[in-house]
Nanobody, 126 residues
Framework: QVQLVESGGGLVQAGGSLRLSCAAS????????VGWFRRAPGKEREFVGG???????????WYGDSVKGRATISRDNAKSAVYLQVNSLKPEDTAVYYC????????????????WGQGTQVTVSS
């Protein structure tokens, strides 16, 4: 079982930046990925980005089109934490942001992520 807790959400002005944290605890596999997803009001949950946490390609990242070029995902294995930084925030970035754990590397599919956090709200004002 893996527990995930997101933090760092809040109210930000358009053009600003935000750094979200995802703290993991519990038993993770030897090779896993952490993904970030978001759900905007009235929309389906969408993939934001992911990072392979360990193994030979640990640290490699991939991103969804909506944040590509504006987002950076990083990890701190010593703290069992993964971070999502998004720059040049837009009102359309307003959403609840979730982190999740998958045993599938480079995954973009929600059904491949077995464990999810409760989410953190990000609101971008214009």
């Amino acid at each position: 079982q893996v527990q995930l807790v997101e933090s760092g959400g809040g109210l930000v002005q358009a053009g600003g930046s935000l750094r979200l944290s995802c703290a993991a605890s519990g038993r993770t596999s030897s090779n896993y990925a952490v993904g970030w997803f978001r759900r905007a009001p009235g929309k389906e949950r969408e993939f934001v980005g992911g990072i392979n946490v360990n193994g030979w390609n640990g640290g490699t990242t991939w991103y969804g089109d909506s944040v590509k070029g504006r987002a950076t995902i990083s990890r701190d294995n010593a703290k069992s934490a993964v971070y999502l930084q998004v720059n040049s925030l837009k009102p359309e970035d307003t959403a609840v942001y979730y982190c999740a754990v998958s045993n599938t590397r480079w995954s973009r599919r929600m059904d491949e992520y077995a464990y999810w956090g409760q989410g953190t709200q990000v609101t971008v004002s214009s």
